[in-house]
């Protein structure tokens, strides 16, 4: 059997090789470091985690802790490393990074199924090819990279705008509507009078900024403007920009308002939606803070906030099927966050689902196919055609998984029913040939 090999072995790189090869198949894994550091990188071990050391909630009422119990439940050695190295975070996971990232490392040059080859690779090989080499991949593979993506399909972002639930927005201070009653009512309308706009205004541009990490671009500000950049330019600056309300008449009054904040839908379902012209580098708290001013927004629940830095990932929607594989050369898959999927656990899960559904591929087994209902499975879909718009990152939430098809009383209650849900069709998928022929000495 001809190995598969997996490029890059950051968090979804690591993952991906080790579901391939406890199903017997042989990976060769490519990893530059320490041959080739970036500037974000320091230790020579595998899924080195760069920035905070927390994999976020545990909780199953909270979506990631979802896409953990989902990946606990199907062996993965992300989740094995973590909660072998983990350290008190309250009800957060939170591990001790080196540690963490030893134990994979140990872990995969340990599998005789595994043939390491410590070099940058330069180049995209034959026969069946995962492509991990993440958000600071190196300039020889990105452009073989790019040059598998026709029409500029190779995205770089510069920021994020926040996106809230459609559930959280309190509609009683807020309605439908498209600019001039164009189309459809598609947009979420937040209204604010004059005091309320004048006291967002003044919070807004003395916000706490994010810091800027070293590695990030020098010109991270050069293609867009953050929203309190822009508030700074004076007071009035943002009604004649992304809070305008011109053609936006208030169906309680008939009137314009003094400003009007737009919500756009940011995914099929209509669950989640992004506050439009809100890219921003405040602080995560300080988002919270400042746009919960918004009389609409006062109990919003963000399931992204905005972020300002240089990466570079696909669009996805264009490119890939649910199995992250290259629609147009099926044989190369990608995997972590070039794909679109943000986050430590969202990326390994990404690197999760390629393993397990390239080796049914391989092993000439029927796919597993992981539904909506799944954590997994929903991001999988997402990434590949179930947002709407233009496509940014994103984080696991309930807003992307499928709906329950009944009532159930308090959010949390309704979460962790959605929880219950998605382990119960993971016990009925992992009866499928493809976990079964795990080695699991």
Known sequence: MEPVTVLGAGLAGSECAWQMAKRGIPVRLWEMKPEK??????????????????????????????????????????????????????????????????????????????????????????????????????DAIAEKIAALCPDSDLHFYDAVAPIVTLESVDMSSAF???????????????????????????????????????????????????????????????????LKPVGLKDPRTGKENYAVVQLRRDNADGTIYNMVGFQTHLTWGEQKRVFSMIPALHDAEFVRYGVMHRNTYLNSPQLLDRYYRLRSEPRISFAGQMTGVEGYVESAASGMLVGIETAARVLGLEPVDFPQETAIGALGLYISGGSVGDFQPMNINFGIISPLDHRVKGKRNKNAEISRRSLEILDTLMEKEVFRCEDHR
């Not at 439908?176 to 541009?205: H, I, W």
């Open 37 to 138: 550091m970036t500037p974000a990188h320091s230790s020579e071990y595998f899924a080195e985690l760069v920035c905070s050391n927390s994999l976020r909630s545990d909780e199953l009422s909270n979506a990631v802790g979802l896409l953990k119990a989902e990946m606990r439940k199907m062996g993965s050695l992300i989740m094995a490393s973590a909660d072998k190295n983990r350290v008190a975070a309250g009800g957060a996971l939170a591990v001790d990074r080196v540690g963490f990232s030893r134990y994979i490392t140990e872990k995969l040059l340990a599998c005789e199924k595994v043939e390491l080859v410590r070099a940058e690779a330069t180049e995209i090989p034959d026969g069946d090819v995962v492509i991990a080499t993440g958000p600071l991949s190196s």
């Open 176 to 242: 439908f509507a498209s600019r001039y009653d164009k189309g459809t009512a598609d947009y979420v309308n937040c209204p604010m009078d004059k005091d309320e706009y004048l006291a967002f205004v003044q919070e807004l541009v003395s916000a706490k900024e994010a810091e800027v990490h070293g590695f990030d671009d020098g010109g991270v500000f050069e293609g867009c403007m953050p929203v309190e950049v822009m508030a700074r330019r004076g007071v009035d600056t943002l009604r004649y920009g992304p």
